[in-house]
């Protein structure tokens, strides 16, 4: 008789053991905090590729582009921004503590040698800035060699276009406060330097923002130079029951 034996194959489970994660160093910290700062008290960053930077200090932040140009005019989008979402009626506020002036020594593209930092509101295909502005700009064939430093309106209409214009001149080396406020599907504009009383500014029908939007606050420029802009003091809230202001 032939005797068939069965043998039973053991298998022993083990434990895997990974390699050990490195601790944090100062440095990773250091970021990994300043990056919950930034999201927290700002918004979500959004850049194009490269080491664009975005320093957060107390209730400051300084954002910081790379040295080629950076269009901000006419978009419904910009490439370097912080990103709010913001559902209904608002009142945005932002201070441009500073922002770098153009260069009109370097190349440059488009019409004018600008800057540009501050606020804009996008929802649907439409959108509003309003930002502190600096630029060399064209006088016919030749350059007007005195720099402009203001507050610009602009707005993007998707595809009817955008247009802009100023809202008054400042000082280059003044502290602008920004404000766009929407009430009941009207939207409304103020500026103001540091210290003194708001100047309403109107805004141009034909915004149709939808009840959605995305709130940012932008640096940009023209050169191919970087260029840093400081804010402060950023805040979203709803409008005052009673009026536009509190």
């Given amino acids: 008789m032939t005797r068939c034996v069965l043998g039973l194959l053991l298998v022993v489970p083990f434990a895997v053991c990974a390699a050990p994660v490195p601790p944090e160093s100062v440095a990773q910290k250091a970021a990994r905090l300043e990056a919950e700062t930034v999201a927290k008290l700002w918004g979500k960053v959004e850049s194009p590729p490269g080491p664009y930077i975005v320093k ?42 500073h922002l770098d002036p153009p260069d009109n020594t370097v190349r440059y593209e488009g019409s004018w040698c600008e800057t540009g930092a501050g606020l804009h509101i996008a929802g649907g295909d439409h959108s509003i800035s309003l930002y502190r502005w600096k630029a060399y700009m064209h006088n016919g064939q030749m350059m007007d060699r005195t720099m402009r430093s203001s507050a610009w309106l602009e707005r993007s209409l998707g595809r009817q276009g955008g247009a802009g214009s100023s809202l008054g001149n400042f000082d280059a080396n003044a502290a602008v406060e920004l404000r766009l406020v929407r009430k009941n599907d009207e939207l409304k504009a103020y500026i103001r330097v540091v210290g003194s009383d708001w100047q309403e500014r109107p805004v141009p029908a034909g915004v149709n923002l939808g009840p959605a939007v995305t709130v940012s606050l932008f640096v940009g420029h023209t050169t191919s130079l970087p260029c840093a802009a400081t804010f402060a003091d950023f805040t979203i809230e709803k409008p005052a029951k009673a009026g536009w202001f509190r």
Avoid at 61 to 79: E, K
């Fill in 56 to 97: 957060p200090d107390g209730n400051r932040l300084t954002m910081r582009t790379l040295g080629w140009p950076l269009q901000f005019r006419h978009r419904a989008t910009l490439p370097f921004r912080i990103d709010r979402e913001v559902t209904g009626d608002f009142d945005v506020r932002v201070t441009v503590l």
